[in-house]
């Protein structure tokens, strides 16, 4: 029973290894599908942001309490700012938006191929001499590893923000003195690595979402079940996958230590 | 015009295809000639669409050729059966419009990704063909918004869009009240006569189909049981044939 399960799922992983392969490679042949690539990212990017910006700002005013709460007991509560730029670039931020973009575009992408693939639109695509590999996987890949960079850049401007909101409230701190304390501790250095790391996350979103849409079965019903299968197996994978890439950030840049 | 030696369009030679061990086709031999309409009847679940499918290379066949124009296109890659697909428009069963875009632009879809017209022309063109299915002025209606009628109309327009020699339609009137079932047969016929137009119909419609089909080929568990004209289909010795001959008012 265990090794049949175990065997399940290498071969799932398998699948997926694949599939993602295929994605890299198709990316870099022509036609490049541009329009369609600009299209997605926009929708994707757009419709995520007021969602990433509100947590991001939520976010900001909650770290500022921890951080303010702790660091008070040392009398470093000038280190607030600072704190709370290192925590959101570093981690916090990259993560969170991680984890809230598996939910809201894997959701959608694996719902919408899911739905797609039901009602044989993606037949339709292929009948009319147009690879739905490229045009339909592809471009949410490409979509989502540029848009998800910038979204949590976003994500980390408004918890800064947020953070600045909540320090005023205490102390009536100026922001220009506490964006200059905030980046203190943070340079692009620290800020490159860090987030670049999220395009990572949102190739593992695309990928997971794309492959659980396309590979729906049982008709509509399965549609739901894509999408719930887009948002914990990306979830999962991307918690995973920080794991490797935090290591990885470190041994390469190890004065990020 | 075309004689018995012609070499047809469309030939399955002994086509076989199996989904998780049950036959849906077994041993299918088939061949439409040019101009010509093959209906292909049979009960639900009879490998009717499955036939279909593998005209486009949607689907491959697991033993057995598939020959379009003459040319082999059992093993071309997605590439490699461009070419060929371009020359087929495919009507889907529930239409398979792209939701999220407009009636027009799907009808317009094939002639953007395959022709290098203006913008303008595109346009024309797509709503001529929508004109043609009654929808001319359901260019900007989003396809949720249609009817199942209409959008089964849709597909038909957009299965026009690039004027192929060869037509696929699976199920024109499921679902579809007999008038508007009754146009659209009327407009493939119009094709078939106007633009010689290769027609292959997956139908339970009798009347449809003898008013359309020169050839009538039943299927059943993937095997053509009978095939020939209206008149021969009632006549045959299979039972099953004549019964589903019979039930002429069913459709859908």
Known sequence: MAWHSLRLALVAAGDYAVFAGRAVLEAFRPPWELREILRQTLELGARSTPLVAASGFAIGVVLSLHTRASLERFGAEALVPAGIGLALIRETGPLTAGLLLAGRLGAGIGAELAAMKVTEQVDALEATAVDPFKFLVVTRVVACVVAVPILTTILNFFGILGGWTAERAVTGMPLGLYVERAFSLVDFGLYIPSTLKTAVFGFIIAIVGAHQGLHVTGGTEGVGRAATRSVVLASVALIAANVVLVRLIVFLFPELA | ?252
């Open chain 2, 1 to 252: 015009m075309t004689g018995p030696h012609a070499e047809p369009v469309i030939r399955f030679d002994r086509v076989s295809k199996s989904f998780g061990g049950r036959r849906v086709l077994d041993d299918l031999s088939l061949e439409v000639h040019a101009g010509r309409a093959c209906c292909i009847l049979g009960r639900s679940g009879t490998g009717k669409s499955v036939a279909l499918k593998h005209i486009v290379g949607l689907l491959k066949p697991d033993s057995g050729r598939v020959v379009i124009e003459g040319r082999d296109i059992t093993d071309l890659d997605t590439r490699a059966l461009t070419p060929i697909r371009l020359r087929i428009g495919f009507l889907f069963q529930h239409a398979a419009l792209f939701d999220s875009i407009s009636v027009g632009e799907n009808v317009a879809f094939p002639l953007r990704r395959h022709t290098r017209l203006p913008d303008a022309e595109i346009r024309r063109r797509a709503r001529e063909k929508l004109a043609q299915v009654g929808l001319g002025d359901d260019y900007d209606t989003m396809p949720a918004a249609l009817s199942g009628g209409m959008r089964k109309r849709a597909g038909l327009a957009r299965a026009l869009a690039l004027d192929p020699p060869i037509l696929l339609v699976d199920e024109p009137s499921a679902g579809l009240d007999p008038v508007t079932s009754a146009e659209i047969d009327a407009l493939m016929l119009g094709l078939k006569r106007g633009a010689k137009t290769t027609i292959v119909v997956v139908t339970h419609n009798i009347p449809s189909a003898t008013a359309l089909g020169d050839e009538l080929v039943f299927l059943h568990e993937g095997r053509v049981l009978a095939r020939g004209t209206a008149a021969d289909l009632a006549r045959s010795p299979e039972p099953m044939v004549r019964a589903f001959m019979q039930a002429r008012g069913h459709s859908g």
